[in-house]
């Protein structure tokens, strides 16, 4: 209503001053479309980022970084955990940080039923009695309970340069199917590259980088190895077993896979449609079953080697 008004007297002001002029002059031919100009639509305005939800640990004090629960150090990286579990992972060179960092996500719930990436995500709703935050802690456990009243449990041990990532979930009795657990490794892009350069340059940029796994499509009864460099299109298989990745940080590598008999696998997918990657990939741990004890659980040994 409020635009059809201001539209309505800009064409009355703008007849009104053509009777003005009209009587000195002869008036002009009547033009309503262009007396009536749309008025331009404002710009959207950009979202506010989301805040963080849900409980959060404490923060620990004498941490070299802002917001961390835990910081970890050790010859070839750096850990820092924030106070909602979200894991920033740091390649160090003689003392150095090296390239982009590696990002490891808190735990993700999926609701019995639903697809991947879930519709509706179990949250976490409370920890249990969180252990103080302590630098340069060698282990610590951190267990909560889900919206689903499902339990789950976190655990970080830290052995020379390689970090274990334990993860157990217990259903509440109402629950009829497990609840998968998902963490997420995202990858750093690397390199932009407009549309002139070569292919040839862009392979000279990357030369010498590569991503290496154990995987099985859909049709395979085994693992397979594979390998892919940096600057070719990388047509990852459905499931993974380890990852091995070698880039941006100068000697330094990741090595990702399960210890002893782990019942997760990976999932590879590259974002935005983009499948080379230098334009950064992700790399998802899915944790299909559920753990009936807490002494059962799934491990993870992530190696900066």
């Known amino acids: 209503m409020r635009t059809y008004l201001i539209g309505w007297l800009c064409v009355s002001l703008g007849a009104a001053a053509l009777v003005a002029v009209g009587q000195d002059q002869p008036k002009p031919p009547a033009k309503p479309k262009a007396a009536a100009k749309a008025k331009p639509k404002p710009k959207a305005k950009t979202p506010a980022k989301p805040?963080?939800?849900?409980?959060?640990?404490?923060?620990?004090?004498?941490?070299?970084?802002?917001?961390?629960?835990?910081?970890?150090?050790?010859?070839?990286?750096?850990?820092?955990?924030d106070r909602h579990l979200r894991a920033t992972i740091y390649p160090k060179e003689k003392g150095e940080h090296v390239g982009k960092p590696v990002k490891l996500s808190a735990p993700l719930f999926v609701v019995p039923g639903s697809k991947n990436p879930p519709k509706s995500p179990a949250k976490l709703v409370e920890f249990l009695d969180p252990p103080a935050p302590k630098l340069q802690a060698a282990e610590f456990e951190i267990s909560g309970k889900l919206s689903n009243d499902a339990l789950i449990g976190v655990k970080y041990k830290f052995v020379g340069n390689t970090v274990n990532l334990s993860c157990w979930v217990r259903n509440a009795p109402a629950a009829e199917s497990p609840t998968p657990v998902i963490f997420e490794f995202g990858f750093p892009t690397t390199h932009t590259f407009t549309p002139n350069i070569e292919m040839a340059e862009r392979k000279k940029a990357v030369e010498g980088w590569y991503i290496k796994t154990r995987e099985k499509g859909d049709k395979d009864k085994n693992f397979k190895s594979f390998a892919y460099t940096y600057w070719d299109m990388a047509k990852f298989k459905k499931d993974a077993q380890s990852l091995e990745v070698f880039g941006p940080w100068g000697t330094r590598k990741f090595v990702v896979h399960e210890v002893g008999s782990g019942v997760g696998n990976f999932s590879l997918e590259s974002p935005r449609g983009h499948r080379y990657p230098y334009t950064g990939f992700e790399a998802l741990y899915k944790v299909p079953t559920s753990m009936k004890k807490k002494t059962d659980s799934t491990t993870l040994a992530i190696t900066i080697e």
């Open 51 to 81: 805040k963080d939800e849900g409980p959060a640990l404490p923060v620990l004090a004498d941490a070299p970084v802002t917001n961390a629960y835990a910081f970890y150090a050790q010859g070839s990286f750096d850990f820092v955990l």
